[in-house]
C-alpha cells in the first residue's frame, strides 16, 4: 500500500500547500519524535539541519515545536549537507535525525528526511508506522509540562562534518597543486565543500556559495552542470565539482570540460575499489543505470544487481545483498565503506584521492562507453495517468518496436509531479521514436 505522506525520498512538496506547512510540520515532528522515544528510553535526543531556503525559517520552528511538545531535546545545526546530519546524527548518539530539504527542486519546495539512530534512512515499514501517528485524532503524544524537552544551537555542526570526512583518508593526503571549480548549488554545502577543499591544500574557484533563499539550485549545481564546465575551460582547472541543494548528489567534469555521471563514477570506484580489495560483494545500480555500466562490471566480473529509484531502495538492497558500493546515474552514491547515505563530498574526497598520483580526471572518469540514453521528463496534474489504457497501451507499442534493441522505463517521480521516460538503444532515432509515442499518450 502507497504511504500517504513519504514518498522515494522523504517528504516533498511545495511550500505552504498540501503537506508542507507550519501546521504539518508540527505533525510530523511530534509523531516521529514519539516514534523515536518509545524505541529508546534513556535519551531523547533529535538533532536537525536544513538546506538554505527561505521557507526552513518557517518549517524548523513547526517542526522543532512537535518535537519539544513530545519531550523530545532538539539541537539544531543550521545549514549541513545531509550526509553530515546523517554522521552526527550516529556520532551524536541521538534518537533520530531530520534534514529539512528539497535536494535538487526549486526553492519554492521543500520537505524533510528522516534518520534514525544508525544514520539510516528509514524502510517503509517505519515510515508507515510514522503515519499513522500523525494522523493519530487524540493528544496522548503531548508531554507533560515538566517533560517538554529543550533547545540548542550547535554551530559547529559543519567542523564536526568536516573533520569526520577527513578521518577517512590518511593524514598524508594533500591537494596541493589542484585546481578544482567547485558549484555548491547555494545550498547545504555552501560552507563545508570550499572550506574542506582548501583545509586539503587545493585551490578552489567556488560558485554556487552565495544562497540567498531564493537561489538554492537556480540555473547551479548537478542539475545545471554546464556551469562547471564552462568554468573549469576558463580556468583551466583539473577538476570540476557539481553538488545539489543538500549535497547527497554529486555530477563532475573532467579537465576538457566533460561532464560526468553517477554511473561513470560508480564504475571507476567499483575497478579501483576490486583492485585494492575494498569492494565487498559487488554494486548496486537502479532501473535507470545505463546498460554499458552493467556490461562494464560484467566484463570486469564485479556482480552487478539493481534496484528501485532512489538512494533508500539503493541502500536497502546493498544492506540486503552485503555490498558495500552503489548509487545513481543522477550521482547519488553510496559508499557503504564510510556512510550510510549519498555523500557529494565524501565521493568528491574518493575520487580526489584516486587522482593524487597525477592522473588526469579524462583518464580515470571515462571508464566506459554508455549505451546512448535519453531522458525526458513531463509534468503532469495527476501522476496516476500511467495506469490509464491509453498509457498502457502506449507504453506496451513502444516496448514492441523496442524490441531486443534497447530499454524503456516509464515511471512517477517520487519526488515532483512528472513523469520520468528513459530510453536506451545504439539507435538513437528509435529511442526518439519511442518515447514520441509514450509521451503523446501522457499529453
Known amino acids: 500500500m502507497k504511504n500517504k505522506y513519504f514518498g522515494t525520498d522523504g517528504i516533498r512538496g511545495t511550500v505552504n500547500k498540501g503537506n508542507i506547512t507550519g501546521e504539518k510540520f508540527f505533525k510530523f515532528g511530534l509523531a516521529s519524535g514519539t516514534y523515536f522515544k518509545n524505541q529508546k528510553k534513556n535519551k531523547q535526543v533529535a538533532i536537525i539541519a536544513k538546506d ?83 494522523d493519530a485524532k487524540n493528544t496522548k503524544q503531548l508531554t507533560n509540562p515538566k517533560l517538554l524537552g529543550r533547545v540548542k544551537r550547535l554551530e559547529d555542526g559543519n567542523d564536526k562534518y568536516v573533520e569526520i570526512l577527513k578521518n577517512n583518508f590518511p ?166 565503506k564510510f556512510a550510510t547515505t549519498g555523500d557529494g563530498l565524501l565521493v568528491a574526497l574518493e575520487v580526489l584521492f584516486s587522482l593524487r598520483k597525477g592522473k588526469k580526471a579524462s583518464e580515470l572518469l571515462n571508464v566506459f562507453k554508455p549505451l546512448p540514453q535519453i531522458l525526458e521528463s513531463i509534468i503532469v496534474r495527476d501522476k496516476h495517468i500511467l495506469s490509464k489504457p491509453k498509457c498502457k497501451n502506449a507504453i506496451k507499442i513502444a516496448n514492441k518496436i523496442m524490441s531486443n534493441q534497447g530499454r524503456i522505463l516509464v515511471r512517477k517521480s517520487g519526488t515532483e509531479p512528472k513523469i520520468r521516460i528513459m530510453a536506451e538503444s545504439y539507435d538513437k532515432s528509435l529511442i526518439l521514436k519511442c518515447i514520441k509515442i509514450i509521451k503523446s499518450s501522457i499529453k
Open 171 to 336: 593524514n598524508s593526503f594533500k591537494l596541493k597543486g589542484t585546481k578544482i571549480v567547485l558549484d555548491c548549488a547555494n545550498g547545504a554545502c555552501y560552507k563545508a565543500a570550499p572550506k574542506l577543499l582548501k583545509e586539503l591544500g587545493a585551490k578552489v574557484i567556488s560558485l554556487g556559495v552565495k544562497p540567498d533563499g531564493l537561489n538554492i539550485n537556480e540555473k547551479c549545481g548537478s542539475t545545471y552542470p554546464s556551469k562547471i564546465r564552462l568554468a573549469v575551460k576558463k580556468f583551466k582547472a583539473n577538476l570540476g565539482i557539481s553538488f545539489d541543494g543538500d549535497a547527497d548528489r554529486i555530477i563532475m567534469c573532467d579537465e576538457n570540460g566533460k561532464i560526468v555521471n553517477g554511473d561513470q563514477i560508480i564504475a571507476m570506484l567499483a575497478r579501483r575499489w576490486k583492485l585494492k580489495g575494498i569492494l565487498k560483494g559487488g554494486v548496486v545500480g537502479t532501473l535507470m543505470s545505463n546498460y554499458g555500466l552493467e556490461k562494464f562490471l560484467m566484463k570486469e566480473k564485479i556482480r552487478f544487481s539493481r534496484s528501485k529509484v532512489g538512494d533508500r531502495y539503493v541502500k536497502e538492497k546493498m544492506k540486503k545483498l552485503n555490498f558495500n558500493l552503489g548509487g545513481e546515474q543522477s550521482g547519488h552514491i553510496i559508499l557503504g
Open 52 to 134: 538554505t531556503r527561505l521557507s526552513g525559517y518557517t518549517l524548523e520552528p513547526a517542526l522543532v515545536s512537535g518535537l519539544v511538545s513530545g519531550g523530545m531535546h532538539v539541537f539544531t545545526l543550521g545549514p549541513l549537507p545531509t550526509n553530515g546530519l546523517a554522521m552526527l546524527t550516529k556520532s551524536m548518539k541521538a534518537n533520530m535525525g531530520i534534514m529539512i530539504t528539497a535536494s535538487h527542486n526549486p526553492y519554492y519546495d521543500n520537505g524533510l528526511k528522516l534518520f534514525g539512530p544508525d544514520g539510516m534512512k528509514l524502510s517503509d515499514k517505519i515510515e508507515k508506522k510514522i503515519e499513522k501517528l500523525i
